[in-house]
């Protein structure tokens, strides 16, 4: 017997079936290859089995490779005998039955067998690029064979998640099972039809599908000019696509060979570390320490909104979008019939691009109510108050929800700075209060920061992050300060930046520096797309607050010009009528200059590294302020939120990934020269010069004052 606690072989008669059971994913961590391998031969030493069946445990077919093990040392395996090279010469037919995901190393294992069929419900993909490396077990040689190269090359460049059906079309899998029915009975009795058929289908020998590359040699290099501009800076979309540019010019087994000649120049490369602790980062946000599965999670069945305006309505949407009736709110009829307005607008928007089905928009409207009462959202089992930043309406909205809603509910703001325990403040149930900020456009951006007062309760703080991951939100969690975790690290790296123009840095300039860095617009562009007004109401607020606070004087004149961004037409660049083109503006130089002199501000030119490095290391020097104060439970909490609240390049990690790649200490000696240049807003964390003292890196510290 080869059964091993990791994959088993079961006899069902003349059909053997082997099974992967390495929960929670089947993922081929050490042991699982070996243990298919064993299983395979067991099967084709017994005369008794006639052909097999490849099928996983619990929740999924195999989700790929460890991805834990990459970047570490691995015993070299010698060519031809990894799984999918012996499911491939197998001499009997084997099945590969798919349910939950066949992902990287699952699919390959899958295309080595002789046949596949999957659930309705199943997804297959190689989404290896989405980590910094390729297809490494035959899936750049095989899926050409199998679909042709142009839409291999599709898949493996995009790295997506291809349904069934699709699958199914695209010559992927064979045949579908619906899910009602049981998957290995039916994986089974397929098995025994094809038991006789010979000679066996087999991927790696076939050769009709490449000729299309034959038509058309120029797909590879359409598809390197296609993703040139997503893909700067970045070199996996690229050995992809020569992986699969290879089995079109290459025989099967020198294909292999040189798809693990490109695999091994990725897997340790700063992208590939960077986008591995993205994926870890992202799954380790959800655990909020303190909370665990003991906590209670309450049940989030129907939600309410407060406020129908930019961020009301995206908050509604989001409900909407994954099935929650939501009930939103408004003082007047017209307010309440203009954000009703925007959100089918949004909708219909949409559709007219493809990305949504007409009945899909009908059914999401339906489940958006407008009310005009308090007493309506009463039932909600949570409501978030999304009205403007301030913090009197704010209370006044919490205790008119406090006087209605039913005990039990989430009570949240989506606030994005105000004082979260003043909010509780005016209810009688502060436990239920939270913040969960949702970043705009609140439908489409995937970060909800979810704030914890000091008297929201644990089972307040999972509930809300449940929530979050119900309607497809990354959730991260974190504790309440002016700002919370995601704007006040980002509000020195907004400071800097028009801070630098005193010095005679232009907005184009800056902004070419944090695209070229890989950022998808430059600051002062998304400046102008949001709307400089609201940045200006902010620093008001700061400036009222604290004596010291540093003023942007540049920024405050552009907006008394009345250029507020796209929407006046100008801002830190100009518009054409109709067109979201930023133009460097004449206007804008002369009053950097002008400024410049009238501020006495000695100019001088700045080099790339100068800008980015400003710019980064003052939010560096306030995340580490931030982890001392344990607002942010662990660094990469705050990746996690410069990559999907503020567009950070998700192939260099996130701030601090970056900054770790530079060194605390390099980063530390830098913000010291920085603090006698500049004076106090530079003065460096304690954190980071312990950390500096120490060499311990930002991802290993810990959060609070022993870091
Ligand atoms: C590859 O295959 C290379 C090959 O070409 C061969 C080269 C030689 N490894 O996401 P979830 C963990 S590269 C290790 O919350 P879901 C995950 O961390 C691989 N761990 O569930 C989490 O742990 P925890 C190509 C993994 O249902 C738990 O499983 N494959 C792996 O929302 C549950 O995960 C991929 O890139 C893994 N491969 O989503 C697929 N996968 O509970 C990566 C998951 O401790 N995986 N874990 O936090 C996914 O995309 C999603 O996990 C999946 C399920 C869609 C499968």
Same mark, same amino acid.
């Given at each position: 017997?080869?059964?091993?606690?990791?994959?088993?072989?079961?006899?069902?008669?003349?059909?053997?079936?082997?099974?992967?059971?390495?929960?929670?994913?089947?993922?081929?961590?050490?042991?699982?290859?070996?243990?298919?391998?064993?299983?395979?031969?067991?099967?084709?030493?017994?005369?008794?089995?006639?052909?097999?069946?490849?099928?996983?445990?619990?929740?999924?077919?195999?989700?790929?490779?460890?991805?834990?093990?990459?970047?570490?040392?691995?015993?070299?395996?010698?060519?031809?005998?990894?799984?999918?090279?012996?499911?491939?010469?197998?001499?009997?037919?084997?099945?590969?039955?798919?349910?939950?995901?066949?992902?990287?190393?699952?699919? %390959?294992?899958?295309?080595?067998?002789?046949?596949?069929?999957?659930?309705?419900?199943?997804?297959?993909?190689?989404?290896?690029?989405?980590?910094?490396?390729?297809?490494?077990?035959?899936? +750049?040689? #095989?899926?050409?064979?199998?679909?042709?190269?142009?839409?291999?090359?599709?898949?493996?460049?995009?790295?997506?998640?291809?349904?069934?059906?699709?699958?199914?079309?695209?010559?992927?899998?064979?045949?579908?099972?619906?899910?009602?029915?049981?998957?290995?009975?039916?994986?089974?009795?397929?098995?025994?039809?094809?038991?006789?058929?010979?000679?066996?289908?087999?991927?790696?020998?076939?050769?009709?599908?490449? &000729?299309?590359?034959?038509?058309?040699?120029?797909?590879?290099?359409?598809?390197?000019? @296609?993703?040139?501009?997503?893909?700067?800076?970045?070199?996996?979309?690229? =050995?992809?696509?020569?992986?699969?540019?290879?089995?079109?010019?290459?025989?099967?087994?020198?294909?292999?060979? *040189?798809?693990?000649?490109?695999?091994?120049?990725?897997?340790?490369? +700063?992208?590939?570390?960077?986008? #591995?602790?993205?994926?870890?980062? &992202?799954?380790?946000? =959800?655990?909020?320490?303190?909370?665990?599965?003991?906590?209670?999670?309450?049940?989030?069945?129907?939600?309410?909104?407060?406020?129908?305006? +930019?961020?009301?309505?995206?908050?509604?949407?989001?409900?909407?979008?994954?099935?929650?009736?939501?009930?939103?709110?408004?003082?007047?009829?017209?307010?309440?019939? #203009?954000?009703?307005?925007?959100?089918?607008?949004?909708?219909?928007?949409?559709?007219?691009?493809?990305?949504?089905?007409?009945? @899909?928009?009908?059914?999401?409207?339906?489940?958006?109510?407008?009310?005009?009462?308090?007493?309506?959202?009463?039932?909600?089992?949570?409501?978030?108050?999304?009205? $403007?930043?301030?913090? !009197?309406?704010?209370?006044?909205?919490?205790?008119?929800?406090?006087?209605?809603?039913?005990?039990?509910?989430?009570?949240?703001?989506?606030?994005?700075?105000?004082?979260?325990? @003043?909010?509780?403040?005016?209810?009688? #149930?502060?436990?239920?209060?939270?913040?969960?900020?949702?970043?705009?456009?609140?439908?489409?951006?995937?970060?909800?920061?979810?704030?914890?007062?000091?008297?929201?309760?644990?089972? +307040?703080?999972?509930?809300?992050?449940?929530?979050?991951?119900?309607?497809?939100?990354?959730?991260?969690?974190?504790?309440?300060?002016?700002?919370?975790?995601?704007?006040?690290?980002?509000?020195? $790296?907004?400071?800097?930046?028009?801070?630098?123009? %005193?010095?005679?840095?232009?907005?184009?300039?800056?902004?070419?520096?944090?695209?070229?860095?890989?950022?998808?617009?430059?600051?002062?562009?998304?400046?102008?797309?949001?709307?400089?007004?609201?940045?200006?109401?902010?620093?008001? *607020?700061?400036?009222?607050?604290?004596?010291?606070?540093?003023?942007?004087?540049?920024?405050?004149?552009?907006?008394?010009?009345?250029?507020?961004?796209?929407?006046?037409?100008?801002?830190?660049?100009?518009?054409?009528?109709?067109?979201?083109?930023?133009?460097?503006?004449?206007?804008?130089?002369?009053?950097?200059?002008?400024?410049? *002199? !009238?501020?006495?501000?000695?100019?001088?030119? $700045?080099?790339? !590294?100068?800008?980015?490095?400003?710019?980064?290391?003052?939010?560096?020097?306030?995340?580490?302020?931030?982890? &001392? @104060?344990?607002?942010?439970?662990?660094?990469?909490?705050?990746?996690?939120?410069?990559?999907?609240?503020?567009?950070?390049?998700?192939?260099?990690?996130?701030?601090?990934?970056?900054?770790?790649?530079?060194?605390?200490?390099?980063?530390?000696?830098?913000?010291?020269?920085?603090?006698?240049?500049?004076?106090?807003?530079?003065?460096?964390?304690?954190?980071?010069?312990?950390?500096?003292?120490?060499?311990?890196? $930002?991802?290993?510290?810990?959060?609070? *004052?022993?870091?």
């Amino acid at each position: 017997m080869t059964d091993t606690p990791l994959v088993r072989l079961e006899r069902h008669s003349d059909v053997g079936v082997i099974i992967v059971n390495n929960p929670p994913v089947n993922a081929l961590s050490p042991g699982v290859p070996e243990g298919i391998i064993a299983c395979l031969n067991e099967g084709l030493a017994d005369p008794a089995i006639k052909s097999m069946v490849l099928i996983g445990d619990g929740r999924s077919f195999i989700a790929g490779a460890d991805i834990r093990n990459f970047g570490k040392p691995r015993p070299p395996v010698p060519p031809g005998s990894r799984s999918h090279d012996l499911l491939d010469l197998s001499t009997k037919p084997i099945v590969a039955a798919i349910h939950g995901y066949a992902l990287g190393g699952g699919l %390959e294992n899958a295309m080595a067998c002789n046949y596949r069929i999957a659930k309705r419900s199943a997804k297959v993909g190689l989404p290896e690029v989405l980590i910094g490396i390729l297809p490494g077990g035959g899936g +750049t040689q #095989r899926l050409p064979r199998l679909i042709g190269p142009k839409a291999a090359l599709d898949l493996i460049v995009s790295g997506r998640h291809v349904p069934a059906a699709e699958a199914l079309t695209l010559g992927i899998i064979d045949a579908i099972v619906e899910d009602d029915q049981d998957l290995k009975q039916a994986a089974i009795a397929y098995a025994r039809k094809v038991a006789d058929t010979r000679p066996l289908p087999q991927v790696s020998s076939r050769t009709d599908k490449l &000729e299309a590359a034959k038509s058309d040699p120029g797909m590879f290099d359409a598809k390197r000019r @296609e993703i040139a501009r997503r893909a700067r800076n970045q070199k996996a979309p690229y =050995n992809c696509i020569l992986a699969v540019e290879a089995s079109t010019q290459l025989p099967f087994a020198e294909g292999l060979q *040189r798809e693990r000649d490109l695999f091994n120049e990725l897997e340790n490369t +700063t992208e590939a570390r960077a986008l #591995r602790y993205a994926f870890f980062g &992202e799954r380790e946000a =959800n655990k909020v320490p303190g909370l665990d599965a003991s906590v209670p999670v309450r049940e989030i069945a129907s939600a309410a909104v407060v406020g129908a305006g +930019t961020m009301g309505g995206g908050i509604a949407m989001s409900f909407a979008d994954f099935g929650i009736p939501v009930r939103i709110l408004e003082a007047t009829q017209e307010a309440l019939d #203009r954000g009703m307005q925007r959100i089918r607008d949004n909708y219909a928007t949409s559709v007219k691009r493809g990305s949504l089905a007409q009945d @899909e928009m009908e059914r999401r409207l339906a489940r958006i109510t407008p009310v005009m009462s308090y007493d309506q959202l009463a039932d909600a089992d949570a409501v978030v108050e999304a009205i $403007f930043e301030q913090m !009197e309406p704010k209370k006044a909205v919490f205790a008119k929800l406090d006087a209605v809603m039913k005990p039990g509910a989430l009570m949240l703001s989506n606030t994005s700075a105000l004082n979260i325990d @003043e909010i509780a403040s005016a209810t009688n #149930r502060p436990q239920d209060v939270a913040g969960a900020h949702f970043f705009s456009p609140a439908n489409v951006m995937k970060l909800l920061e979810v704030v914890k007062g000091a008297k929201t309760s644990p089972d +307040t703080m999972a509930s809300t992050m449940a929530m979050g991951r119900k309607i497809g939100k990354i959730s991260v969690g974190c504790g309440n300060c002016d700002g919370f975790l995601a704007n006040r690290s980002r509000a020195p $790296f907004n400071s800097e930046m028009v801070i630098m123009l %005193e010095e005679g840095a232009l907005p184009e300039q800056i902004d070419k520096v944090m695209v070229d860095f890989g950022y998808p617009m430059g600051p002062f562009a998304v400046g102008d797309l949001a709307g400089l007004d609201i940045g200006a109401e902010g620093r008001k *607020r700061r400036a009222a607050a604290d004596p010291n606070y540093r003023k942007l004087p540049i920024a405050d004149r552009l907006v008394e010009m009345g250029r507020f961004g796209q929407k006046t037409g100008a801002g830190w660049y100009r518009y054409e009528k109709g067109d979201r083109t930023p133009h460097p503006d004449p206007v804008v130089a002369q009053l950097i200059a002008d400024m410049g *002199r !009238e501020l006495g501000v000695a100019q001088h030119s $700045f080099t790339e !590294e100068e800008i980015l490095r400003r710019l980064l290391f003052s939010s560096v020097n306030e995340a580490c302020k931030i982890l &001392e @104060e344990g607002i942010a439970y662990r660094s990469s909490d705050i990746d996690i939120m410069w990559l999907h609240g503020f567009g950070f390049p998700r192939y260099r990690g996130g701030l601090m990934f970056w900054a770790d790649q530079i060194g605390p200490k390099a980063v530390y000696d830098q913000i010291s020269v920085w603090h006698q240049r500049y004076g106090n807003r530079w003065a460096p964390s304690p954190y980071l010069r312990r950390l500096a003292e120490s060499g311990t890196s $930002f991802r290993d510290a810990k959060p609070g *004052r022993a870091g």
